[in-house]
């Protein structure tokens, strides 16, 4: 391809980026510092003082505790299931990836159900010790720690198994051979080559947790969060006078807050020695006790990542309103799905969803389509900022992406071809898609470096056009990566609570807001949409596995 053509699509790139990331962006620090007089410092006066203070501090220390919970969990997860061999490792490394298959709002209705005064664990511990009210329930802070610590758990699980998987193994022979122990070779080689993974976990999970909405909103209502604070002083009942201007502040500092975390995080990822294997390793095999051991570790741990979708499958066929004090529910029913699939209203919520989420999804596979040739072909050092703007959205909260688009086009601007798009159905794809280029853009420029550019070369000097050699070569090779990314951005979309719920209208109000609005008086009911959810997310996972074998075949 010419050079110059490069310079033709970049410039398209950069006006879709300026259009709808940086411009709501640009449109939300000019309100943080606006007001009918002027500029002024107010808003963050305001965000400085009393409730908004306190919501900014427990979302800080919540994120950082939630980091170490999940740390606690995936990091021992994975030196567990990927540097020894046993029965059922395989199995159980699978299952490690189950909070994935679960949507946050389904996973707070599951914990909400086990851990809080009418759920199972209080209800278990009644029974056992033979008292009159449920004891050991959890709520508040505490439980979105533990909500946040199980969600977040499998991104130091997946990233340190990765690097586990592709150590170099001669190092530790190496090291063995000259009598270090298993402690020197951990903390000398091991954990050294652990810590990029480990950095990057950490700022995935600490971003996720400032911007976690459903947790905290539902869970610990009467603590004040940095991400319910922007809803609540805009959207909650009893509100005259929205504060946008505080809610822009609020924004702006929480933006900054994970902002300033991914850079310590990349600081700190930086140091790792992270080194990559020459050659194939089998896993050393555990016996006797040792292995007996690991087993039962293994198959614990595994059904605690389990264990809130086993439930919630429980509740979804029970008859809720017969379940009083006992432990199990005494009668089971198929009523939560007949009066699901009985009706057109109740099944509009999962259209709705699996529409816009279509939407989202092509839109975005496009958009990441065009920035990651530009990123990885053009060799230009300009798309080096392609690459930070479209990976801007993951260092933002939900909650200020959502935010900044709803005040961005609450009027009619260009890009928007000068119609109002918070007055309409379009805002939430829109935020669907801006929130999930992240996540597609990564795996295609990955894809497209490992390939070999001499092949197009090759195919253009013999006269092939530049649509023969994307249909025949570069999207051939880059087809397992499109699909992992369609996927991911589809269920990603499907799941989706805090854009959904700050933007959603009557219209067109998605699944999981449907969810949490019967929640209330409808438990069983909103368990059953729960489960439908779930299976899905695990269709649309099973799809792409089916894929990547069909391509491996053909």
């Given at each position: 391809?010419?050079?110059?053509?490069w310079?033709?699509?970049?410039?398209?790139c950069?006006?879709?980026?300026?259009a709808?990331?940086?411009?709501?962006?640009?449109?939300?620090?000019?309100e943080?510092?606006?007001?009918?007089d002027?500029l002024t410092?107010?808003h963050?006066?305001?965000a400085?003082?009393n409730?908004a203070l306190?919501?900014?501090w427990?979302?800080?220390?919540v994120?950082?505790?939630?980091?170490?919970?999940?740390?606690?969990?995936?990091f021992?997860a994975?030196?567990?299931?990927?540097t020894?061999t046993?029965?059922g490792r395989k199995?159980?490394?699978?299952?490690?990836?189950?909070?994935l298959?679960l949507?946050?709002?389904?996973g707070m209705?599951a914990f909400?159900?086990?851990?809080t005064?009418?759920?199972f664990?209080?209800?278990?511990?009644?029974n056992i010790?033979?008292?009159?009210?449920?004891i050991?329930?959890?709520?508040?802070?505490?439980?979105v720690i533990l909500v946040?610590a199980?969600?977040f758990?499998v991104?130091f699980y997946?990233l340190?198994?990765?690097?586990?998987?592709?150590r170099d193994?001669?190092?530790?022979e190496?090291?063995?051979?000259?009598g270090?122990g298993?402690?020197r070779?951990f903390f000398?080689?091991t954990?050294?080559?652990l810590?990029?993974s480990?950095a990057?976990?950490?700022?995935l999970t600490?971003?996720?947790?400032m911007g976690?909405f459903?947790?905290p909103?539902i869970?610990?209502?009467s603590?004040p969060?940095?991400?319910?604070?922007i809803y609540?002083?805009n959207?909650?009942e009893?509100?005259?006078?929205p504060?946008?201007?505080l809610?822009a502040?609020?924004?702006?500092?929480?933006?900054?807050?994970?902002?300033?975390f991914?850079?310590?995080?990349r600081?700190?990822?930086?140091?790792g020695q992270a080194?990559?294997?020459?050659q194939?390793f089998t896993?050393?095999?555990l016996?006797?006790?040792p292995k007996?051991l690991?087993?039962?570790?293994a198959?614990?741990l595994?059904f605690?990542m389990?264990?809130?979708q086993l439930?919630?499958?429980?509740?979804?066929f029970c008859?809720?309103?017969?379940?009083?004090?006992?432990?199990l529910?005494?009668?089971?029913t198929?009523?939560?799905?007949q009066s699901?699939?009985n009706?057109?209203?109740a099944?509009?919520?999962i259209l709705?969803s699996?529409?816009y989420?279509?939407?989202a999804?092509i839109?975005?596979?496009?958009?990441?389509l065009?920035?990651a040739?530009?990123i990885?072909?053009s060799?230009?050092?300009w798309a080096i900022?392609i690459d930070?703007?479209m990976m801007?959205?993951?260092?933002l909260p939900?909650?200020?992406?959502?935010?900044?688009?709803l005040?961005?086009f609450?009027?009619?601007?260009p890009?928007?071809?000068?119609?109002?798009?918070?007055?309409g159905?379009w805002?939430?794809?829109l935020?669907?898609?801006?929130?999930?280029l992240?996540l597609a853009?990564?795996?295609?420029v990955l894809?497209?470096?490992s390939?070999d550019?001499?092949?197009?070369?090759?195919?253009r000097?013999?006269g092939a056009?530049?649509?023969r050699?994307?249909?025949?070569?570069?999207?051939?090779h880059?087809?397992?990566?499109i699909?992992a990314?369609s996927?991911l951005?589809?269920?990603?979309?499907?799941g989706e609570f805090?854009?959904?719920?700050m933007l959603?209208r009557?219209a067109?109000?998605?699944?999981?807001?449907?969810?949490?609005q019967?929640?209330q008086?409808?438990i069983?009911?909103?368990?059953?949409?729960s489960v439908l959810?779930?299976l899905l997310?695990l269709?649309a996972?099973g799809?792409q596995?089916?894929l990547?074998?069909?391509?491996l075949?053909?």
């Amino acid at each position: 391809m010419k050079h110059s053509s490069w310079y033709y699509f970049g410039a398209g790139c950069f006006l879709l980026i300026a259009a709808y990331i940086l411009y709501p962006l640009a449109a939300l620090l000019w309100e943080s510092f606006h007001t009918e007089d002027g500029l002024t410092l107010t808003h963050y006066q305001d965000a400085f003082s009393n409730d908004a203070l306190m919501g900014i501090w427990n979302s800080i220390w919540v994120s950082v505790l939630s980091t170490l919970g999940a740390a606690c969990i995936g990091f021992p997860a994975s030196l567990l299931l990927q540097t020894r061999t046993f029965p059922g490792r395989k199995l159980c490394s699978l299952l490690m990836f189950a909070p994935l298959m679960l949507p946050p709002l389904v996973g707070m209705f599951a914990f909400w159900l086990l851990i809080t005064d009418i759920g199972f664990f209080p209800k278990l511990f009644q029974n056992i010790f033979g008292t009159e009210r449920p004891i050991g329930a959890m709520g508040g802070i505490a439980a979105v720690i533990l909500v946040h610590a199980y969600s977040f758990s499998v991104y130091f699980y997946a990233l340190c198994s990765a690097t586990l998987q592709r150590r170099d193994y001669a190092l530790i022979e190496a090291a063995r051979s000259l009598g270090a122990g298993f402690w020197r070779i951990f903390f000398s080689i091991t954990l050294p080559q652990l810590l990029p993974s480990l950095a990057s976990a950490a700022a995935l999970t600490f971003m996720m947790s400032m911007g976690s909405f459903s947790a905290p909103y539902i869970l610990a209502n009467s603590t004040p969060f940095l991400s319910v604070l922007i809803y609540e002083v805009n959207f909650a009942e009893g509100v005259i006078e929205p504060q946008y201007g505080l809610a822009a502040a609020l924004s702006v500092i929480g933006a900054i807050i994970c902002t300033v975390f991914l850079i310590l995080a990349r600081r700190w990822q930086d140091r790792g020695q992270a080194r990559r294997g020459t050659q194939q390793f089998t896993l050393p095999e555990l016996h006797a006790w040792p292995k007996r051991l690991a087993t039962t570790a293994a198959c614990v741990l595994t059904f605690f990542m389990l264990l809130p979708q086993l439930y919630i499958t429980l509740i979804a066929f029970c008859d809720y309103p017969q379940w009083d004090t006992s432990l199990l529910p005494p009668a089971y029913t198929l009523d939560n799905y007949q009066s699901i699939f009985n009706s057109d209203s109740a099944l509009a919520p999962i259209l709705n969803s699996g529409f816009y989420s279509f939407i989202a999804l092509i839109v975005c596979m496009l958009w990441s389509l065009l920035a990651a040739g530009i990123i990885v072909r053009s060799k230009k050092r300009w798309a080096i900022g392609i690459d930070m703007c479209m990976m801007l959205p993951l260092a933002l909260p939900g909650t200020v992406i959502a935010f900044s688009l709803l005040r961005a086009f609450s009027v009619a601007t260009p890009q928007t071809f000068f119609v109002v798009l918070a007055h309409g159905v379009w805002l939430l794809p829109l935020a669907y898609c801006i929130r999930c280029l992240p996540l597609a853009l990564r795996p295609l420029v990955l894809a497209l470096e490992s390939s070999d550019p001499s092949h197009e070369e090759a195919a253009r000097s013999l006269g092939a056009s530049p649509m023969r050699c994307l249909q025949t070569i570069i999207v051939p090779h880059m087809w397992p990566a499109i699909i992992a990314a369609s996927i991911l951005v589809y269920v990603t979309c499907l799941g989706e609570f805090v854009a959904s719920f700050m933007l959603y209208r009557h219209a067109n109000i998605p699944i999981s807001v449907y969810m949490y609005q019967i929640f209330q008086s409808g438990i069983a009911k909103a368990a059953a949409y729960s489960v439908l959810l779930m299976l899905l997310m695990l269709a649309a996972s099973g799809l792409q596995q089916l894929l990547k074998r069909k391509q491996l075949v053909t």
